[in-house]
């Protein structure tokens, strides 16, 4: 065979090779477009509050609508996070603001090189302080300079953090708000953030170091609220890593194929295996239905 007719054929095999590639990928990507499974990320723990992290996919019942679905996705695997510290640095936290600083760091020390973050700071108005990046001495060194001063735009805050964090390229998803007061100077009210959270698939972990009263959004996006005083924040901050890091992800295909948007009730049962006492899950509560 001449050079030439080897150069030939060689390309023949080359384009044949690229065109299967990809046909395949654009098979792969319609496999992943048209199978649309409702993802759900669950915390289970047991009666002493620790961290169950052995459970199997039989150990699980999840419905919709009071309708059991099959689970056709599970996994205990460390997911790669997205996440936007809310930092109050409003007056009413001059007392407190050393302790949190040092609480956000230990928290951050926790993460992968994979995670990445942003931080939002508010006082009488909410602002991104530091954009998404990997590099958590940037964010560290932000704390260390900040002046508390001002009312507490929290509100403002939390849904400036839920519109910043969707736009994150990793999979999982959370903020985390440590404040010590209630609103007192946003635009969005308590029911603004409700109908935002339930339309994010954000998970809001908070600690309240006072009196702001926001257990309800932490529950219902199946993040998890802390209340305590300034000495427990480095422990509490501990914590709210490993839970992030030891989550399951259940997946289904919803039964309930009318796309009329309105929103779906989810709930998770956990059964326990055999020598475990009741265990205790935290999802987020639902989600809304396609539309079109």
């Known amino acids: 065979m001449t050079r030439k007719r080897k150069f030939l054929t060689l390309v023949v095999v080359v384009s044949v090779l690229l065109l299967s590639a990809g046909l395949f990928a654009q098979q792969q990507k319609s496999l992943r477009v048209d199978v649309d499974l409702v993802m759900v990320n669950a915390t289970v723990t047991d009666a002493d509050n620790k961290l169950v992290t052995d459970l199997k996919p039989e150990n699980f019942q999840i419905f919709e609508d009071k309708v059991e679905q099959k689970i056709r996705y599970f996994s205990t695997e460390e997911e790669p996070l997205s996440l936007g510290i809310v930092f109050d640095v409003s007056h009413s936290m001059e007392s407190k603001i050393a302790l949190a600083?040092?609480?956000?760091?230990?928290?951050?020390?926790?993460?992968?090189?994979?995670?990445?973050?942003?931080?939002?700071?508010?006082?009488?108005?909410?602002?991104?302080?530091?954009?998404?990046?990997?590099?958590?001495?940037?964010?560290?060194d932000h704390l260390a300079f900040v002046p508390p001063q001002g009312e507490t735009a929290m509100y403002d805050a939390v849904y400036l953090a839920m519109s910043k964090v969707r736009k994150g390229q990793n999979p999982k998803k959370a903020i985390l708000l440590i404040t010590d007061g209630e609103d007192n100077h946003s635009r969005y009210s308590r029911g603004d953030i409700r109908r935002f959270a339930r339309e994010s698939d954000v998970q809001i972990f908070s600690i309240d170091l006072g009196r702001a009263l926001i257990a309800e959004l932490s529950d219902m996006t199946g993040g998890h609220s802390f209340r305590g005083k300034a000495s427990d924040l480095e422990d509490i901050c501990s914590k709210i890593a490993q839970e992030l890091k030891n989550q399951y992800v259940l997946g289904y295909a919803s039964t309930n194929t009318n796309k009329d948007g309105k929103y779906r009730k989810v709930s998770i049962r956990v059964n326990p295996p055999a020598g475990l006492s009741r265990l205790h899950i935290r999802a987020k509560d639902g989600y809304y239905g396609p539309t079109g």
């Not at 090189?113 to 958590?136: I, M, N, W």
């Open 101 to 140: 600083r040092d609480a956000a760091a230990t928290f951050l020390d926790t993460g992968t090189p994979e995670d990445e973050y942003f931080l939002v700071e508010f006082s009488s108005r909410a602002r991104v302080t530091e954009d998404f990046t990997t590099d958590v001495a940037r964010l560290r």
